[in-house]
């Protein structure tokens, strides 16, 4: 998970500190936030990491199929079962199930979740011994399930279970910096998928990348980024190019965030706001002078390379645009 936010560090270690407790996790957070990508962090960095992650959209199961989808069946269960046929929990075995949007679950799919969470055992359909799962469960919602609770949609004791750890994930607009480090991740990596010629964001571009809300979170840059990448000729994607791949930044549908000049903006993320816009404003001007030459502009600004690379990554400063040709 990239970036370099008090917010996004403090999930990072969070992930870590859970990753060595071998129980539940709820995860909760708008959507776009990368919960599924928290959930395989999660898998990857514990000692789970060699046995498979398995993705459920529990919104998109039937009610009519639900024990089937998660315990499967056995052969002659039904009609059409000429064979058994292993669930969700038995591909998970030894790994971790990850039910996401699992509000979506009917009153059916809570009990039947609820009924197995409380001692590991289930049942094939048309199956007879009770079986024994070790798979861990990782749970993921973009509605606080608390709220959930307590308008009697989702039941308490299931809520319970689920939320043996919890993490919440941060939207974008909490993450004060990563904007522009995952802007120019995520058009690099275009240009990767795309086997296109490299492309930046150009300082205007930028600057309204940094404005927006981004109701869409991390989910909705990466596809401002591949549709600004495709709507853009050269190799620099400029604020024209921006809009024209996406007319949200045109005037007050882009739903801006506060200035710091605006009174009711706190002190804390003014000053932050203006740390920021001095730091690229500083790097364009060095990199201008240096004519893009990273070592000497570190020599200019009396920084170390390395550190004023990240600055620069940090910023979406690609410094091949500085460069004479």
Known sequence: MLGQSTAIQAVRAQLQRYASCDVQVLIEGETGTGKELAAREIHYASARRDHPFVPVNCGAIPDSLIENELFGHDRGAFTDARAAQPGLIDHARGGTLFLDEVDALSD??????????????????GGGAARVSDARIIAATNAGLEQQVASGHFRRDLHYRLNALYLRLPPLRERDGDVAELAAHFI?????????PDKSWGADAMQALLGYAWPGNVRELENVALRAYVCTE???????????????????????????????????????HAIRKFE?????????????????????SGTERRQLGKLLLKHGIETKRFRSH
């Open 108 to 125: 059916k799919g809570q009990v039947t979740l609820l009924r197995f969470l409380q001692d590991n055992e289930y049942r094939p359909v």
């Open 234 to 272: 050269g190799s620099v994607v400029g604020a024209a190019e921006l809009l024209a791949a996406e007319p949200a930044f045109a005037g007050t549908a882009s739903a801006p965030r506060r200035r710091a000049n605006e009174p009711d903006l706190g002190f804390s993320a003014a000053k932050l």
């Open 280 to 300: 690229h404003d500083y790097l364009t001007r060095l990199m201008q002078q240096a004519g893009g030459n990273v070592s000497a502009a570190a020599r200019l």
């Open 188 to 196: 690099r990596l275009v240009a990767v998928r795309l086997r296109g």
